[in-house]
C-alpha cells in the first residue's frame, strides 16, 4: 500500500498509534479507567467492524447486530457456569454458534431486500433476545455471572487488564486485517459487486446471494468473538446485553465514522463511547442530546468522519 | 372450555391494538416510503399522556381524549419539524435518524415522568365483568378495546377504500409523481397521514395503558411485533396488516397460555418450565421465519407496482 | 454440445410473456443458428428487451421453452445461464458505478474463471483476471480508460464498457440490446466496425432501432410486433415484406428519430 500523507490516513495513523500506547498512559499517568473504557471501545469496534463488513461493503443494512455479542458472549458464560473454562474451547464455541446464528438468519432474511430486511434482522435479533430471556437455568432475564474469564493456560492472562487490553486490541487489528483481505479478495470483490449492482453481477454469472449469506456469516464470527472478549470484560452476561438498541447503536458507530471505509467504524466507535461518556459525566439525560445529534448528522453529515476527513483531503 | 374463549378474546384484542400500531406504520411507509422506529415512541407517549391527563382532569374520558389530540399533535410536529427532512433519504438514515428519535424520547419521559412507572386506573364502570356467554364473563374494559378498535379499523377502511385520501395513499409511494400531477399538496397529505400513524400510535398505547403499567421503553417491544406483522402480511397492505395482526395477537397469546401446559404433556415438567417460555415468545418469529420460506413477499401483499 | 450445424445454438418455443394485461411476449418462436447475426427489431413497446430479458433468465416466461445450445434453459436462474454461455448487454446501461472501467471487466473475467470463494489474496493483482480484462477492454477501445470510475466514462464509453463486460465472460451467444442507443454518428460507426468484427468470432442477436446498422450486420433478421413475429428472414425479404412495412418500415419518421 503506498501510504499518502492526507487527512484520513494521518488520522488513522493517529488512532492506531494511540490505541496501541493507552496502556503505557495509563500506566504513567496512573489512569486506570481510562483503559478501562478504551478496552470497551476496543471490543465494541471490533464488533463495527464487522457490521461494516456487510453494511459498508456488502450493502447489508442489518439491525440485529446484537445478537452476536449476546451469542459469543453466552458461549463463554454458559461453558463457565458448566465448569469448561478454557478459551480454546470457549471462544471457538462462540465463534461457530454465531455462524450457524449467522446462517440461519441469513438464508432466511436474505430472501428479501431494503426495508424488509432491516425490520427481519431486528426481529430475529429480538427472538434471540427473548431465548436468553429463558434461559432460567442460565440467569434468565438477570443474566449470569461469569467468576472466572477464560483461561488460556500460561499463554496469556485475562485477568490483568494490561494483557486483556492488549488482547483485545490484537483482535480488533486482527480483525480489520482480515477484513482488508477479504474486502480486497476475489470474494470481497464481487461482494461489493452485488452491493453495487445486484442485477449485474447475476447476469455475468454471479449467485448474489450465495456470496451474500457468506458474507453475513463471517461478520457474524467476528462479531461473536466481540461477544466473547465482552464477556470477559464485564465478567457478566445479560439478556440486556443484545437488547435491540445495542444493534442500532452498532449501526450508529458505524456511520458515524463512515461505511465501508477500513478504519470508520473504529474511529466512529470512538467518538460515539467517548461522546457518550463525557455526555453522561454532565447528565444522566445524555440521550436527550444524543438522540438529536444522531438525527442532525444523518440530516448533515453524510459519509460519516471518514467521508468528511475523505472531502478534506481531497480540496 | 372457559379458559380458551377468554385467552382468544384476549388475543383478539391484543392482535387489534398490534394493527393500530402496525397501520400507521404501513401507512407511513406505504404513501411515503418512510420508515419510523419513533412510531413505538408515539404509542409510549399516548399512554404517558393518558396517565397525565386522565390525572389531572380527573375523568377518564376526557383525558384520553386529550391524550389522543396531544398524541396526534406531538405526531403533526415531529414531522413537519425534522421527519420531513428524511422522506426520500435512504432508510437506513431514517432508522438512524428514528433511532435517535427513540433515544430522545425515552430519556425525555425520563426527564419529566421519572424512571418508575405510571399506573392509570380505569373507573369502575370500566373494571366490571360482563357476560358474554353462560357462564363466561368478560372484563368490560377488553371489550370496549374490542369494540373501539374494530371501529377504527373500519373507519380506516372506508377512508382507504372509498375516499380520494384512501385512493392516494393506496396509489403508494412509487406513484408520488402522480399524486403531484393531481395537485394535491403533498407536503399537507404527508403530515396528515402522519398525524394520523401518530394518532393510531397513540390510541394504542393509551388503551393499552390501563392493562400494563405505563413505562419507558414500553413501545420497543409492540414495534418490533408491528414489524413482524408487516413482513407477515405484506409491506404497505392495510388488509394484510389486519389479517397479520390478529393472527399474530391470537399465537401470541394463546401460545403463552398453551404451550406451557401442552409441554408438559409431551417433556418432563422440568424441562417443560425450561423451554415454555422461551418457545412461546419464539411462536411469533417462527411464524415470520415460515412466512418468509413460503411467501418472501408477505402473505397479503400489496397490490403490485 | 453443437451437436451439427443444422442444430440451432438458440431455439425458442412457443414463449408467452404477461405483464398484467399486456402480452410483452405472445407466443413466440425463434431460432439462430451457430454463427449468425441474427437482428431483431420492432416499434418502440414491441417486446425486444423482454425477450432477450426471458432468454438471458432476468424475466421468468409463463409458458414456453428456451433451449440453449442442446440444453432446456427455461427455468434457469440468470446466473447458471451466463455460464452456460449466454451473455447479455443492457439497453440501459446497468454496470457497477463505484468500479473502474476494470474492474466492471475483471469481475465478469473472474466469473467466468469460476473461483470466487477465495478470501485472501488481492483480486486486483491477480495477472490472470487483469491481463482477461485488458484484452477485454482493448477489444472495445477502452484499454486507455482501464482506471477511470465509471461514473466517469461518457455515454458512449459506458456503451462500449457494457459490451466489454459480456465479451469478457466468454460468451458463446451474446445478446445486445441497443447497443448502438443514444450514441453519436461517430461512435455508432465504430461500434458498427466493432460488432462487424466480433460477428465472425461469436453468435450474435442484436436488438437495434438504427436500421442502417441492422441492414449493414444482420445475417437474419425477425421483427416483433406486439409481442409477436410478424416476419423473420434474410434481410432482403424483410425489407420488401409488405406487413413489415406496413407495421414498422413505413413509419419512417420513427424509425430514424429514434436512432
Ligand atoms: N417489468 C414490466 N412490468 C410491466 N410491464 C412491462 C415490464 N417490462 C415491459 N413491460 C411492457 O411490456 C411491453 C414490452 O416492453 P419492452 O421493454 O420489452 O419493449 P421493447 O421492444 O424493448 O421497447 P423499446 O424499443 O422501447 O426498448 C411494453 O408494453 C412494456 O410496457
Ligand atoms: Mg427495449
Redesign the interface.
Known amino acids: 500500500m503506498n501510504f499518502s500523507f492526507n487527512a484520513r490516513n494521518v488520522v488513522v495513523a493517529l488512532v492506531v498509534l494511540g490505541l496501541s500506547l493507552l496502556p503505557v498512559y495509563s500506566a504513567l499517568s496512573g489512569n486506570i479507567f481510562i483503559l478501562t473504557l478504551f478496552t470497551r471501545i476496543v471490543i465494541f469496534a471490533l464488533a463495527a467492524a464487522s457490521l461494516n463488513l456487510i453494511?459498508g461493503y456488502g450493502g447489508m443494512?442489518s439491525?440485529g447486530h446484537a445478537a452476536y455479542l449476546g451469542i459469543g458472549g453466552y458461549a463463554v458464560g454458559i461453558l463457565a457456569f458448566e465448569g469448561i473454562g478454557s478459551g480454546f474451547i470457549q471462544w471457538p464455541v462462540a465463534v461457530a454458534a454465531s455462524a450457524l446464528y449467522g446462517l440461519v438468519i441469513g438464508a432466511?432474511?436474505l430472501?428479501?431486500r431494503?426495508?424488509?430486511f432491516?425490520?427481519?434482522t431486528?426481529?430475529?435479533a429480538?427472538?434471540a433476545f427473548?431465548?436468553a430471556?429463558?434461559?432460567?437455568?442460565y440467569g434468565g432475564d438477570d443474566g449470569l455471572t461469569i467468576y472466572k474469564r477464560s483461561d488460556f493456560g500460561g499463554l496469556i492472562n485475562l485477568s490483568n487488564r494490561v494483557q486483556f487490553y492488549y488482547l483485545c486490541l490484537g483482535c480488533l487489528f486482527g480483525g480489520i486485517y482480515l477484513i482488508w483481505?477479504?474486502v480486497?479478495?476475489?470474494?470481497?470483490?464481487?461482494v461489493?459487486?452485488i452491493r453495487?449492482?445486484e442485477?449485474?453481477?447475476?447476469?455475468?454469472?454471479?449467485?448474489?446471494n450465495r456470496?451474500r449469506l457468506?458474507c453475513f456469516v463471517i461478520s457474524g464470527m467476528i462479531c461473536g468473538l466481540a461477544g466473547a472478549l465482552l464477556a470477559n470484560n464485564t465478567d457478566f452476561i445479560s439478556p440486556a446485553g443484545m437488547y435491540?438498541?445495542r444493534s442500532?447503536e452498532l449501526?450508529?458507530m458505524v456511520?458515524f465514522g463512515g461505511m465501508g471505509s477500513l478504519f470508520g467504524p473504529v474511529i466512529g466507535t470512538i467518538v460515539f463511547l467517548l461522546l457518550e461518556e463525557v455526555l453522561s459525566q454532565f447528565t444522566e439525560?445524555?440521550?436527550?442530546i444524543?438522540?438529536?445529534?444522531?438525527?442532525l448528522i444523518?440530516?448533515f453529515a453524510?459519509g460519516g468522519i471518514m467521508g468528511l476527513l475523505g472531502r478534506m483531503s481531497r480540496d | 372450555m372457559l379458559v380458551l374463549v377468554e385467552q382468544s378474546l384476549n388475543g383478539l384484542q391484543f392482535g387489534l391494538l398490534l394493527f393500530l400500531l402496525a397501520a400507521g406504520l404501513t401507512l407511513v411507509f406505504g404513501i411515503m416510503d418512510f420508515v419510523n422506529l419513533a412510531h413505538g415512541s408515539l404509542y409510549m407517549m399516548g399512554a404517558y399522556f393518558a396517565a397525565t391527563f386522565v390525572a389531572w382532569t380527573g375523568s377518564f374520558v376526557f383525558g384520553i381524549v386529550l391524550a389522543l389530540g396531544a398524541t396526534l399533535l406531538l405526531g403533526i410536529v415531529l414531522e413537519y419539524v425534522a421527519l420531513r427532512h428524511l422522506y426520500g433519504r435512504d432508510h437506513l438514515d431514517q432508522v438512524l435518524a428514528t433511532f435517535g428519535l427513540i433515544l430522545f424520547f425515552n430519556d425525555a419521559v425520563r426527564l419529566i415522568w421519572g424512571p418508575a412507572g405510571l399506573a392509570l386506573p380505569l373507573p369502575a364502570w370500566l373494571t366490571v365483568p360482563v357476560q358474554i356467554m353462560p357462564g363466561v364473563s368478560y372484563p368490560a374494559y377488553r371489550l370496549s378495546i374490542i369494540a373501539v378498535a374494530l371501529a377504527v379499523a373500519a373507519m380506516l377502511y372506508v377512508v382507504v377504500m372509498r375516499t380520494r385520501i384512501g385512493m392516494l395513499i393506496r396509489a403508494g409511494a412509487s406513484n408520488r409523481e402522480m399524486i403531484g400531477a393531481l395537485g394535491i399538496n403533498i407536503k399537507l397529505l404527508f403530515t396528515l397521514v402522519f398525524g394520523l400513524g401518530a394518532a393510531l400510535a397513540g390510541l394504542a398505547g393509551l388503551m393499552q395503558a390501563p392493562i400494563l403499567t405505563v413505562q419507558i421503553g414500553m413501545g420497543e417491544n409492540i414495534l418490533i411485533l408491528a414489524f413482524v406483522i408487516i413482513v407477515i402480511g405484506g409491506i404497505g397492505s392495510i388488509r394484510g396488516a389486519f389479517l397479520a395482526a390478529i393472527f399474530v395477537g391470537m399465537i401470541d397469546t394463546l401460545g403463552r397460555a398453551f404451550l406451557p401446559d401442552l409441554l408438559r404433556k409431551v417433556l418432563s415438567s422440568a424441562a417443560a418450565s425450561t423451554a415454555a417460555p422461551a418457545l412461546s415468545s419464539m411462536l411469533i418469529y417462527l411464524l415470520m421465519a415460515i412466512v418468509l420460506v413460503v411467501r418472501p413477499e408477505g402473505l397479503f401483499p400489496a397490490a403490485k407496482r | 454440445m453443437i451437436d451439427s450445424l443444422a442444430d440451432p445454438l438458440l431455439r425458442v418455443e412457443n414463449l408467452v410473456r404477461r405483464f398484467g394485461g399486456i402480452l410483452a411476449t405472445d407466443n413466440l418462436s425463434l431460432d439462430v443458428a451457430p454463427g449468425e447475426l441474427h437482428a431483431i427489431i420492432g416499434p418502440n413497446g414491441a417486446g425486444k428487451t423482454t425477450l432477450i430479458s426471458q432468454l438471458t433468465g432476468q424475466v421468468m416466461p409463463n409458458s414456453g421453452a428456451i433451449h440453449f445450445a442442446g440444453r432446456n434453459v427455461t427455468h434457469l436462474p440468470s446466473y447458471k445461464r451466463s455460464r452456460l454461455g449466454l451473455a447479455r448487454s443492457f439497453q440501459i446501461t446497468s454496470l457497477l458505478p463505484d468500479f473502474s472501467a476494470c474492474d466492471n471487466v475483471a469481475l465478469a473475467a473472474q466469473a467466468h474463471d469460476g473461483h470466487s470463494f477465495r478470501f485472501w489474496g488481492a483480486a486486483r493483482k491477480e495477472p490472470g483476471l487483469r491481463n482477461a480484462a485488458q484484452a477485454a477492454l482493448k477489444r472495445v477501445g477502452l484499454e486507455k480508460r482501464a482506471d477511470v470510475p465509471v461514473s466517469e466514462l461518457s455515454h458512449g464509453e459506458q456503451r462500449e464498457l457494457e459490451l466489454a463486460v459480456a465479451l469478457a465472460t466468454k460468451p458463446q451467444l451474446l445478446l445486445l440490446d441497443e447497443p448502438m442507443a443514444g450514441l453519436g454518428v461517430t461512435e455508432s460507426a465504430r461500434m458498427v466496425a466493432l460488432l462487424k468484427e466480433l460477428r465472425r468470432e461469436v453468435t450474435i442477436v442484436l436488438v437495434e432501432h438504427d436500421m442502417e446498422a441492422v441492414f449493414a450486420l444482420a445475417d437474419r433478421i425477425t421483427v416483433l410486433v406486439y409481442g409477436r413475429v410478424i416476419a423473420s428472414g434474410l434481410p432482403d425479404a424483410i425489407r420488401n415484406n409488405d406487413e413489415v412495412k406496413r407495421a414498422y418500415l413505413g413509419d419512417q419518421h420513427a424509425v430514424t428519430s429514434h436512432a
Do not use: C, D, E, K
Request: glycine share 10%; charged share 10%; hydrophobic share 50%.
Open positions: 453494511m443494512m439491525f432466511l432474511s430472501r428479501t431494503g426495508v424488509y432491516i425490520m427481519i431486528l426481529a430475529f429480538q427472538m427473548y431465548i430471556s429463558g434461559l432460567s437455568r483481505r477479504i480486497n479478495s476475489r470474494f470481497g470483490m464481487v461489493q459487486g453495487s449492482n442485477q449485474r453481477m447475476q447476469a455475468i454469472g454471479y449467485h448474489a456470496y457468506v435491540w438498541t442500532g449501526m450508529v456511520v439525560y445524555w440521550a436527550l444524543m438522540g438529536p445529534l444522531l438525527l444523518v440530516l453524510r
